[in-house]
């Protein structure tokens, strides 16, 4: 059971040991995180919570003192104090890995190890861990979670931000662009509060019709409409004792929104076809591609409601203006889809870092993501170079000028279709994984086209 719950770094500069670790722990533990530069460790852990962390005894690296292990092992210690660190050695290396243990490391494993005495080994540093603090530990440093990362300034703020807020009862407003990671801050939010282990529920309410949304949220009871078959809980009441995140809040009409300011007003919700008011106690969230600026127009959104969803809000920068969070981001979503897709993990060369850093992402996170998930798919060489990181022709393909003078959506996509073929030389696989579609959705599309 310790190890299904197990979130585990791994560091070592030898691919091969990353790639065996991996495969033999993904199916046993919940989160694997590799990485080859032992640079990269303060970084992890300023914004991970790892359980155990394997650290190998000797990098090529920068970094020259003979014992690197001993050197990374203390960096750790002086971050994390209660980090349970186990050391990967040589039998060469056997004082060495004794040494550590007098520096505060766990225990060591000998490579080749046996998998068995790995395994026991880690389960025996979680138990020990778990005694110590008597349940799982949490750091007290402002981690906010394996997902949301960044070094840069804004980002910095933005987590500091979140571990003063989190804690209270506060109403939060998140505003940013598409793709920033609205969401994750959300769930960051939740994860850190008082209700972290009451239910976090979503509801994009962008999405929901005139006729679903006071069904969808408040819920409504068996009769009520035709589709009505049984009493239904809406999302509020699921969300009682929890948190309630309203996803693209500044889409909602003012019909829908004097609904809304009904229940938060009144803390209580009315099913559809009912006369009988439930309380609600619940945390909400709110987001938005919308600038308060937009949402102070009146004719557009009520100013009574912004101020009941807006006790404080934040604001996530865009991508492009967070500079090295973008390799950063990079280099975690290179060792996520290593491990979904059992891979080695590529370096990123850099031309690919100075390509990535160019870019002006009008995707955001959400671009990148998928621009290093294909490029990961793709590699079949241990670096990634400039040539391997491709952007998705569906944003960067209509500049700002052409797109104004463009405005037939079907019109843009069949053009786009045809320059990405052209490119590729008429190679359709090719211009399908540059399109970032199937092979099937691109014949849809060619014979929709007459192309």
Same mark, same amino acid.
């Given at each position: ?15 091969? $040991? ?25 970084? =992890? ?29 203390? *960096?750790? *210690? ?22 550590? =243990? ?23 540093? =979680? ?22 990362? #960044? ?6 703020? /933005? ?46 309410? #962008? ?14 009871? *068996? ?49 559809? #076809? ?13 987001a938005t591609n919308h600038s ?10 009520? *100013? ?16 492009? &203006? ?12 290179? +060792?996520?889809y290593a491990n979904k897709y059992?891979?080695?993990?590529? %370096?990123?060369?850099?031309?690919? %870092? ?10 955001? $996170? ?34 700002? %000028? ?8 079907? %019109? ?8 990405? /073929?052209? &490119?590729?030389?008429? +190679? ?22 007459g192309i």
């Amino acid at each position: 059971m310790l190890l299904k719950k197990a979130s585990i770094l791994i560091v070592d500069d030898d691919t091969d $040991v990353l790639t065996a670790v991996r495969l033999l722990l993904r199916p046993q533990v919940k989160e694997i995180v590799t990485e080859k530069n032992p640079e990269q460790i303060q970084s =992890l852990l300023l914004h991970h919570s790892f359980d155990v962390i394997l650290l190998d005894m000797n990098f090529a690296s920068a970094i020259n003192t003979g014992n690197e292990g001993l050197f990374w092992l203390r *960096k750790i *210690k002086e971050q994390k104090p209660s980090a349970a660190v186990i050391m990967i050695t040589a039998y060469g290396d056997i004082d060495l890995a004794i040494r550590s =243990l007098k520096e505060g490391a766990f225990d060591f494993v000998v490579k080749p190890w046996h998998n068995e005495k790995l395994l026991n080994t880690i389960t025996e540093a =979680l138990r020990q861990k778990n005694e110590k603090t008597g349940s799982r530990s949490k750091d007290q440093s402002p981690v906010i979670g394996s997902e949301l990362l #960044g070094e840069s300034a804004a980002m910095q703020d /933005i987590f500091f931000k979140i571990s003063k807020i989190a804690p209270t009862d506060a109403n939060i407003l998140i505003l940013g662009e598409n793709g920033t990671g609205k969401e994750l801050i959300a769930k960051a939010i939740h994860q850190h509060s008082l209700r972290a282990e009451k239910p976090f529920i979503k509801v994009d309410v #962008g999405a929901l019709t005139e006729s679903l949304f006071e069904s969808e949220l408040f819920g409504h009871k *068996k009769g009520a409409f035709t589709d009505a078959r049984e009493d239904r809980k809406g999302r509020f009441e699921e969300a009682n004792g929890g948190t309630i995140f309203l996803d693209e809040i500044g889409n909602i009409s003012l019909q829908q929104q004097s609904k809304l300011l009904s229940v938060l007003q009144n803390r209580q919700v009315t099913r559809v #076809g009912s006369n009988e008011a439930v309380p609600i106690d619940v945390r909400l969230l709110c987001a938005t591609n919308h600038s308060l600026a937009e949402l102070a127009n009146e004719s557009r959104f009520r *100013k009574d409601l912004i101020y009941r969803i807006n006790t404080v809000e934040i604001i996530l920068p865009p991508l492009r &203006k967070r500079g090295k969070d973008i390799v950063v981001l990079a280099r975690h979503f290179i +060792n996520l889809y290593a491990n979904k897709y059992l891979k080695s993990a590529p %370096e990123l060369s850099p031309s690919a %870092e100075e390509k990535l850093l160019a870019y002006h992402f009008p995707g955001n $996170v959400r671009e990148l993501q998928y621009a290093i998930e294909r490029a990961v798919i793709m590699a079949d060489k241990p670096r990634l170079e400039a040539s391997d990181i491709l952007f998705s022709p569906i944003e960067s393909a209509p500049a700002e %000028e052409n797109f104004l003078q463009q405005t037939n959506l079907e %019109e843009l996509e069949k053009s786009t279709i045809l320059r990405v /073929i052209e &490119k590729n030389g008429g +190679n359709l696989s090719k211009a399908a994984i540059e399109l970032g579609i199937t092979r099937t959705a691109l014949y849809r599309r060619l014979s929709k086209y007459g192309i």
